[in-house]
């Protein structure tokens, strides 16, 4: 027993001497912030990165040609200018961009990095984000040699690119972690651990990951050789706790042990209490149930979709059923954030809205009957997630359907890659699905109901609707092509495709000394790049 | 002695076998699909991805690579932290949930005597009364429950004291591990409380008590020398099996303390169907298990020599 006492207090004395000072949220002073993540970021190599813990720290420590700024503009990375036409872009890269060991940004590092990202070896998820490039997704699918890529040096500053077809929104993506640069004399010494460690890594981005201890925590301090160093405040980030647990970042938050937290229907009334100033942001993802329309199901006869249109009520939804402040409801495939010609593509484009009509309903359900020949409809299947809110709005639509239309609904509650595998293989009559943007541009929603797209899960096929893809994906006019999304957002409408729930939103708290972080609906989400400390009486 | 020891580690070895291969089939069984994410994929892609993780062969051809790799102790790269390998993994992260596990057998045992004895003592009366239904609470009651209590008991002292005393999160120093562990801790020490309890009750009985007694020895020599010593034996005895359940049970202590510790890749593997996550830390988590009831079957047979005949 006094060994073991012994072993213990030597354990003890161990645990003290890798001790390390407790932090608090912000310090004016140092300029440092303390923060919670919600996993250990999984892909830290750029070219493969698809969650959005990885791209939140990536789009800190590196960056693009481009980068959005605090509005959420387009403005000046690497690259000091461009020009966009139909067919090209140019894109001229500024002198002082540096990497973190102090060797130039050249030309020729993009050049490796898409190359790369597309190699069918490298399995990109996120390859098809450079399809716009010339023989992009024929590289990707190994019918082309990846020096056949639509992307040359001219020299070490100036960078050509040949498009596959018009892309107007190109200098959008090219802010986005795919189309970061990636030098090749690096990525070569670490051969397969790239992007493993932070040491596996060399940033050009305003901040650098000075330390990475897996699981436990992340630290990144600004980047000495950033050109833009002088407009970054922030010394450095700490990353010092990871969990998933909303309660835990809670208590760390009341604490003051870090600068931001998002709530869930639980914390929520506990932050209230706290009487904390609770925050809302829209995160851009679009929340629908997605219809089987494989010919053996009976979702795929358009009335019953109708029937089920004509009943379900997203305000009800929103309010009832969420019940947390920031959600949207529901009215089209098309979030109201999206930009169209001049204004928002929803205020130039008015989605179109299926009045609550319960005898519309039923007489849409009974042609549905007549037209399958059934003189009862059997039980829809409606598959969902094992998230405890999933559950809830199966059963707030079982309910609504049972008593409206008297339809049957059996709930499926599958887990992640389970729930995935039923979707691919469409084992379902309606799954409730969602969609967040990839890119900054109408066409990263437009195109999912594509017959073409492979996230079409309920595999809807309609020459109609591929041809406006088509239309809008072909030309650079944003005329013809926002006039081709609205064409879209009616079809689905009047196909009842999908059926939209809500537009998704989020609750958190800030510390009130942090200023200027930036929610963003594409890329780094929260953006602490251009954030400052300021002192105690500067808060109101 | 010696064929006693290596029949226990050979029955030891087939033990582990077993359980890789159980995890491997049952792992195969479970639907779904470990490379499907959010994003479909193309089918070259995916032909890719096959070929990296090795899951293009047939299954069987898959387990006797597997089992090759593992005899030279090698797991392969995680799935979803795709660019760490598993033995990496492994040695990062056993370490934390080690330290929060011994942390946590120490209160167990510590707490487990000292009201185990006390329970005896005072039997039937108040004392007696209390512990035993607390003892039914830590037992019946979820660890969840009792981290998220105690982490919020932490967040109301440090805000009534106006600074932090205690960290209510995080890894790193001793104060981080104190709350935690006694979480972690507490289903144990209820257990190890009522097995002392019975088995200081046993003891009371006893023909060398009475001699002692009636040799007219103060109740506290008594007590110490001669109740408590031998009373404590069976608790030792089960202390390696719950050193193992320990550290490898904490995965909900983990996650609410944010602690790096193994527990959460354990548990997270299953459910995002990391294959060489899951082979990785099931088998290594089985064999540590195994070692530890061999290392008291061993220890039996040092102390006990009727278990060496059988």
Request: charged share 20%; aromatic share 10%.
């Amino acid at each position: 027993m006094k060994n073991c006492l012994t072993a213990l207090l030597l354990l003890t004395f161990t645990c003290f001497s890798w001790a390390q000072t407790q932090a608090t949220s912000v310090n004016f002073e140092t300029q440092t912030i303390t923060m919670a993540m919600t996993q250990e970021p999984p892909q830290l190599n750029g070219m493969k990165a698809t969650d959005q813990v990885s791209i939140m720290i990536l789009s800190h420590v590196m960056e693009g040609l481009t980068r959005y700024d605090r509005r959420g503009n387009i403005v000046p990375g690497v690259a000091e200018r461009w020009e966009v036409s139909d067919t090209e872009a140019t894109f001229w890269l500024r002198d002082d961009a540096m990497w973190s060991d102090g060797q130039p940004v050249t030309a020729h590092d993009f050049v490796f990095a898409w190359r790369n990202a597309l190699k069918p070896q490298t399995a990109s998820e996120y390859a098809f984000i450079l399809y716009p490039l010339l023989n992009g997704e024929a590289i990707n699918k190994g019918e082309m040699d990846p020096a056949a890529l639509g992307v040359e040096a001219l020299d070490d500053r100036t960078l050509h690119i040949r498009f596959e077809r018009p892309t107007g929104y190109f200098d959008k993506l090219t802010a986005f972690v795919t189309y970061f640069p990636v030098r090749q004399d690096f990525f070569e010494t670490k051969n397969q651990r790239f992007g493993a460690d932070a040491e596996d890594l060399v940033y050009n981005g305003a901040f650098q990951i000075s330390q990475w201890v897996h699981s436990a925590s992340l630290r990144m301090t600004k980047n000495p050789y950033y050109w833009d160093r002088d407009n970054i405040h922030l010394n450095a980030i700490n990353a010092d706790y990871i969990t998933a647990d909303t309660r835990s970042r809670l208590n760390l938050f009341i604490d003051g042990k870090i600068v931001s937290t998002a709530l869930d229907g639980e914390t929520y009334k506990d932050a209230l209490t706290q009487r904390f100033r609770i925050r809302r942001f829209t995160t851009g993802t679009v929340f629908f149930l997605e219809y089987n329309h494989r010919e053996q199901r009976v979702t795929a006869n358009l009335n019953l979709r109708r029937a089920i249109q004509h009943v379900f009520d997203p305000d009800e939804m929103v309010n009832k059923v969420l019940a947390t402040p920031g959600n949207l409801p529901g009215k089209s495939l098309f979030p109201v954030w999206l930009k169209g010609k001049t204004d928002k593509f929803r205020q130039e484009y008015r989605a179109p809205e299926a009045a609550l009509d319960l005898d519309l309903a039923r007489e849409y359900l009974q042609k549905a009957k007549t037209e399958l020949g059934l003189t009862a409809m059997p039980p829809l299947v409606l598959l969902v997630g094992d998230s405890p809110t999933a559950a809830k709005q199966a059963e707030y639509l079982q309910g609504k359907l049972k008593s409206t239309l008297g339809l049957d609904i059996k709930i499926d509650i599958q887990t992640f890659k389970q729930r995935l595998a039923k979707m691919t293989a469409g084992d379902f009559d309606i799954v409730a699905a969602g969609w967040g943007p990839d890119f900054d541009d109408v066409m990263t929603f437009g195109d999912l109901l594509s017959s073409w797209n492979l996230n079409n899960r309920g595999r809807y096929n309609n020459p109609a609707y591929d041809e406006q893809v088509r239309i809008a994906m072909n030309s650079a006019d944003p005329k013809v092509r926002m006039d081709a999304m609205g064409k879209l957002q009616q079809i689905v409408f009047d196909d009842a495709v999908v059926l939209p729930q809500y537009e998704q939103g989020v609750i958190y708290l800030l510390h009130p000394e942090l200023r200027g972080v930036v929610r963003r609906v594409v890329g780094a989400d929260p953006d602490f790049t251009y954030a400052q400390v300021v002192k105690p009486n500067q808060t109101k | 002695m010696l064929a006693y020891t290596l029949k226990r580690l050979l029955a030891g070895i087939i033990t582990v076998w077993f359980i890789a291969t159980a995890t491997f089939m049952a792992m195969h069984m479970v639907p779904g699909d470990p490379l499907m994410n959010d994003k479909a994929v193309s089918a070259e892609i995916r032909k890719n991805l096959e070929v990296k993780y090795g899951l293009d062969k047939p299954v069987v051809e898959q387990y006797f690579i597997f089992m090759g790799n593992m005899l030279q102790g090698d797991f392969g790269i995680s799935f979803t932290q795709q660019n760490r390998r598993v033995n990496d993994i492994i040695r990062d992260h056993f370490p934390v949930s080690a330290t929060l596990g011994l942390l946590a057998i120490f209160f167990a045992a510590t707490g487990g005597v000292i009201w185990g004895a006390l329970t005896a003592i005072y039997r039937n009366r108040l004392p007696d009364i209390i512990i035993m239904f607390l003892v039914i609470l830590g037992i019946s009651v979820p660890s969840f429950v009792f981290a998220a209590l105690g982490q919020l008991m932490l967040v109301n002292i440090n805000s009534l004291l106006g600074f932090s005393l205690i960290p209510v999160a995080g890894w790193g120093t001793f104060s981080h591990m104190l709350m935690p562990s006694m979480v972690l801790g507490l289903g144990t020490m209820a257990l190890l409380t009522r097995l002392m309890r019975s088995s200081m009750l046993e003891i009371v009985n006893e023909d060398y008590i009475k001699t002692a007694k009636a040799k007219g020895l103060s109740p506290m020599r008594i007590f110490f020398k001669h109740q408590l010593r031998n009373a404590i034996l069976p608790v030792i005895t089960i202390l390696g099996p719950s050193i193992a359940a320990i550290t490898t049970g904490g995965f909900v202590v983990e996650l609410v303390f944010a602690i790096p510790g193994l527990g959460r890749y354990f548990v997270q593997a299953v459910q995002q169907l990391d294959y060489t996550v899951i082979m990785g830390t099931t088998v290594f988590f089985g064999a540590f298990l195994v070692l530890m009831v061999i290392l008291v079957d061993i220890i039996y047979g040092f102390v006990d020599p009727r278990v060496r005949l059988q």
